[in-house]
């Protein structure tokens, strides 16, 4: 798995890293499968002093990619909300790919009379 994690007009500094580490183990632990993992921290120049720290993940997947964002006035709860986005995401496409697993009609067996 390889993971990027990277800021604009910001320095992520190693306790960021390391928060967004612990939170993407959340997400890893539901679903093995991720190829590779891109976290982009944002801090927005805007005149607006609210919503402007933004998180982003794009989540590569065997078959699919996961894109999440997320804004707020603080950064970790902008990160605690996208990783909560980003589980309910992972763990719909894991039923989804674990769904298409359905026994055929020719091994069902029919009961005798």
């Given amino acids: 798995m390889n993971l ?28 093995d499968q991720v190829v590779d993992i891109n976290v982009l921290l944002t801090v927005e120049k805007q005149k607006e002093k609210e919503r402007r720290q933004r998180a982003e ?5 065997k078959g699919r990619d996961i894109f999440v964002e997320n ?3 603080d950064l970790y ?7 909560d986005k980003l589980d309910r ?3 719909r496409h894991k039923d989804k790919v674990q769904d298409h697993h359905h026994a055929s009609a020719k091994r069902l067996e029919v009961p005798a009379r």
Wanted: hydrophobic share 40%; with cysteine.
């Fill in 89 to 91: 995401q992972v763990c």
């Fill in 71 to 73: 804004s707020h006035e």
């Fill in 57 to 61: 993940v794009t989540l590569h997947v």
């Fill in 77 to 83: 709860a902008a990160i605690d909300q996208l990783m």
């Fill in 4 to 31: 990027t994690i990277s800021g604009h007009h910001l320095e992520v500094t190693p306790a960021l890293r390391e928060y967004v580490l612990t939170k993407l183990d959340r997400v890893t632990r539901h679903f």
